[in-house]
């Protein structure tokens, strides 16, 4: 039987509600958190609490908007088409989701291919009242004109693919020629229109010999923020993963050496939550065709349509969801695990690729790990972050 950590709470009967009070709240909740040792009494006592009577809240939704794209990455998840997700429809959860404090990421194939973009973001910001719409993009759309049209209609963030600061590697990997130097004057575009930029850049064996070259790159010529991400395994012998030992080096150099505010803020989470995956606990993903799973990369777990029911009763009734309970559930290897309390086996999106199922730990962990937990080490022992 698996060993269900995050479960349905008695507040799980009125998502919209706990979601909108746990958001206000979020700050000073966080701020207890960063304040105790998480191996202190007091700081289990207050976490199992909150996990026990609260659970998950909609803190995000990830919302594909279509599935068109212009590129064709090695590492890419999504099956391409010309499906666009209809405005009634988003419409409608935006609707749902505004002024609760839930944010909303935009992602596709490639969102700038729809030419109502710019309507999406003014509707969720001025009519749903979303405090934060982000954009998950390539940039290459992103000329003066549009991403003036995008900061006009309310746009906080846009997150741009970066695969590598060297030009004919990015070219070769996403498979167009000049894509690299339409990235980077999209990014000057957007960042002229008054729009905060962050690059994001999958951590493979394509591109780890890049990573602090990248960072340096992003940081001091393109004045922009630098985000990393380990990649997610489309194959089972993907020779795109990194060993675990490349992959732990690189994670500590990103973390603790240049982000130690983001670190702080994993840890964090991590605490809070129960778990190094907020798919399904506080961010959930609206697929092309409407349907909810708990992270993009993952279209297996289906937990409901937003064009049947609305996303407060999907997320209600997640856990009567098979495959979504054994996602949440700990795995069987990492119970003696002394990080399990903050980890909960880790990133699992590429587990149902590599093993066929979501009961094993990630794949980049190099545990179980059995001494107390040390405040210095829980980014260098938890596998993955975000």
Known sequence: MPLIR??????????????????????????VIDRLSIGSLRSRVFRQVLRHLVGGVLWSVKLEVNNACNLSCRMCYIERAEEVLPRVDINRLLDEIGGIGTRLEILGGEPLMRPDLAEIIRYAKKEARVPQVVLYTNALGANRDRAHELGNAGLDFAIVNLISCNEKEHDTFVGMDGAWRQTIRGISCLKEAGIAVYTFTAVHSFNIHRVEETYAFVKEELKAHALFYPYIPQKKDDVLILGKEQWAKVKKW???????????????????????CSGGYLVFTVKVDGTVTPCPFISDIRLGNIKEKSIWEIMRDRFAVD??????????????????????????????????????????????WVESVEESAVCDRLPCFF
């Open 6 to 31: 995050l479960k349905r709470t008695p507040l799980d009967r009125f998502p919209r509600l706990k979601t909108r009070l746990a958001l206000r709240w979020q700050t000073p909740i966080l701020n």
């Open 254 to 276: 990103i973390l603790c050496e240049k982000n130690a505010a983001h670190a702080r803020f994993v840890r964090n989470f991590c605490a809070l939550v129960g778990s190094a």
């Open 323 to 368: 495959r979504f309970v054994e996602f949440q559930s700990l795995p069987a290897e990492c119970r003696s695990c002394s990080y399990a309390d903050i980890c909960n086996g880790g990133c699992k999106a590429g587990n149902a690729t590599l093993f066929g199922h979501y009961d094993r730990k990630d794949s980049r962990c190099l545990g179980p």
